[in-house]
């Protein structure tokens, strides 16, 4: 799925092929994943396929409920002109995803067709190109307007906490009061993105990742810096939960400049090594340390890891190798076990 994924969430979507979109559609319904639906959502929705992308949305939302799982599925019934349907998303879940319906309403006659790609579930629809608006949604007669009620600001120390108090919080990495004043502008009128973007961080901060997960999810609706700094942050929160296949889904659809992305990537080959060593899978182990080490020069800890993966898989001769080169630069108790190993003694180590 993870391969399937970046082709199309790629540059190159146009191109690949239908057998690829059949097949990865039928992987992500075998393993019930909320992330690879939702990349095949947006895939079906860019592409101008709205009944397949508004089921697969309704599938990723099921699966695993956020915010922008909710609004692929609300934009796609405004593509497919569902005013019932939209009314009923709003009154299930227009409290809990304050922020998303302003760019939510009906598709307007006479929009420019999308380019064509492998059509889902065999669905030929015309495509819509999607206008985003800043406005209350236009399919509720008399929705109520998110007014900022006077007095509803978080406080502390008889002070009012502005939005901007919010990051002065964090950078004075003072968590937990950053997370209490979040709390309260959220039960009082909701979040911005932006705000969800420190509350990510801020909860990062208290190593209440999965928390800090949610959170940046919900700030990737907010575009630009936020929306990018929000899939960094996203892929942080991952990558601590061991997450490493969602990480990879989240920097193929976001782009995180070169920096960021080079940094995650070098997390998630190391995390992938180490996973496929413990479960004793040690070409994929060296698969994954080879993809690093195209990235960024390799710490002794994986050169090691790199040289008993190829003694367990008989390389021995290769392996010693590396012990050699090793024991000349560290003096390393890894480093003698794997040379007394390759030279026909007894292995006390990995």
């Not at 007014?147 to 502005?162: C, I, L, M, N, S």
């Amino acid at each position: 799925m993870n391969a399937l994924a970046a082709r199309i969430s790629g540059p190159h979507a146009d191109s690949v092929k239908p057998e690829a979109v059949a097949a990865y559609a039928e992987a992500i319904l075998a393993a019930k994943s909320g992330p690879h639906a939702e990349i095949l959502a947006w895939y079906a929705y860019n592409s101008g396929q709205f009944p397949a992308a508004r089921a697969w949305f309704d599938k990723a939302f099921a699966w695993e409920p956020n915010e922008a799982r909710l609004k692929g599925l609300a934009l796609s019934e405004g593509q497919l002109g569902d005013r019932a349907a939209l009314v009923a998303l709003y009154k299930a879940y227009g409290k809990t995803y304050p922020t998303i319906w302003d760019d939510v309403h009906l598709a307007k006659k006479g929009a420019r067709r999308a380019a064509a790609r492998p059509v889902i579930d065999r669905m030929q629809v015309g495509a819509v190109e999607t206008k985003t608006e800043t406005r209350e949604p236009d399919f509720i007669e008399a929705s109520p307007r998110r007014e900022q009620p006077a007095g509803t600001q978080p406080r502390r120390g008889g002070r009012v906490v502005a939005a901007s108090g919010f990051d002065a919080l964090l950078g004075q990495k003072r968590y937990g009061d950053c997370v209490a004043a979040i709390a309260s502008r959220e039960a009082s009128q909701g979040l911005r993105p932006g705000d969800q973007l420190v509350k990510g961080w801020c909860m990062m901060g208290l190593k209440r990742n999965s928390e800090a997960q949610a959170a940046f999810s919900a700030a990737l609706a907010g575009g630009g810096k936020t929306q990018s700094d929000a899939a960094y942050g996203l892929t942080l929160a991952l990558l601590r939960n061991q997450m490493t296949s969602e990480a990879q889904s989240v920097i193929s659809l976001y782009p995180l400049g070169a920096a960021r992305d080079k940094e995650i990537r070098l997390e998630i080959f190391w995390q992938m090594a180490r996973a496929a060593f413990d479960r004793k899978d040690y070409r994929q182990s060296l698969d994954a340390l080879n993809e690093r080490i195209r990235l960024a020069p390799e710490p002794v800890d994986m050169t090691q890891m790199r040289a008993w993966a190829h003694y367990n898989l008989g390389n021995k001769a290769e392996a010693k190798a590396i012990f050699e080169t090793l024991a000349d630069y560290v003096d390393d108790g890894g480093v003698r076990r794997g040379l007394a190993a390759t030279t026909g003694g007894t292995v006390g180590g990995r």
